[in-house]
């Protein structure tokens, strides 16, 4: 089982920063293995650019405890690993603590039939439909199984399988709060919504772009 979860980084002119980190318990229920990688979503057309960040493994140390109680970590090299802070400085970005004026929110948002109702401030919201926000969420996975790519687990089934597979048939997410982020840059305001789907508890809780459209 692997559990997404994403977290806001930075906001920079080009793009929003969000740190997305994945638990795999690699079928052990006693061991943890853990990807962080940094996405930069682009604020303009919301395409996403992935970079690997972390890799480590947390499983009980024997040697130490019997019993298992006592944890080892290690640290494992991930291919092409970017130091995030550094990324940040060459977009010209900012990370989300710097300023009370970065984030707004989270706003509560409203279904109505098939369409999501977004606020943006007291007189306007944003409109979008769920089927696009399902499929920007299981895309959004599939290119996260592309940069972890693979590694050792006790069970056959490889990690794009179980990445991927938790939104090849029926699914459901709930998209309930929204964020707005101005780095008062000069690129207009960004919306992102977090989308919170459990697919036979298997948590993936990321925030998804939205267009600008009223």
């Not at 400085?89 to 984030?103: F, H, S």
């Not at 401030?121 to 199984?145: F, G, K, P």
């Not at 399988?161 to 840059?185: H, I, K, T, V, Y």
Request: glycine share 8%.
């Amino acid at each position: 089982m692997i559990d997404i979860r994403d977290e806001l980084f930075g906001v920079a002119p080009c793009c929003v920063l969000v740190k997305r980190t994945t638990n795999d318990n690699l079928g052990l229920y006693g061991s943890i293995h853990s990807d962080v990688v940094l996405v930069s979503i682009d604020r303009e057309g919301g395409s996403e650019t992935l970079y690997p960040v972390y890799r480590v493994r947390s499983q009980p140390d024997l040697d130490r405890d019997a019993n298992g109680n006592v944890m080892a970590h290690r640290a494992e090299p991930l291919p092409g690993s970017v130091e995030p802070f550094t990324l940040l400085a060459e977009l010209n970005g900012i990370p989300v603590q710097a300023g009370d004026y970065l984030v707004s929110g989270p706003e509560p948002t409203m279904r109505i039939g098939e369409m999501l109702a977004v606020p943006v401030d007291r007189n306007s919201t944003l409109q979008v439909e769920i089927a696009q926000l399902m499929r920007q969420v299981a895309a959004s996975v599939a290119s996260l199984a592309l940069v972890v790519g693979e590694y050792d687990r006790l069970a056959p089934i490889t990690t794009a399988e179980l990445l991927e597979g938790r939104f090849s048939g029926p699914f459901d997410c709930r998209f309930d709060s929204a964020w707005r982020l101005d780095d008062r840059s000069g690129t207009a305001p960004t919306t992102m919504l977090r989308a919170d789907c459990d697919n036979d508890g298997e948590f993936t809780s990321i925030l998804v772009w939205i267009p600008e459209r009223h």
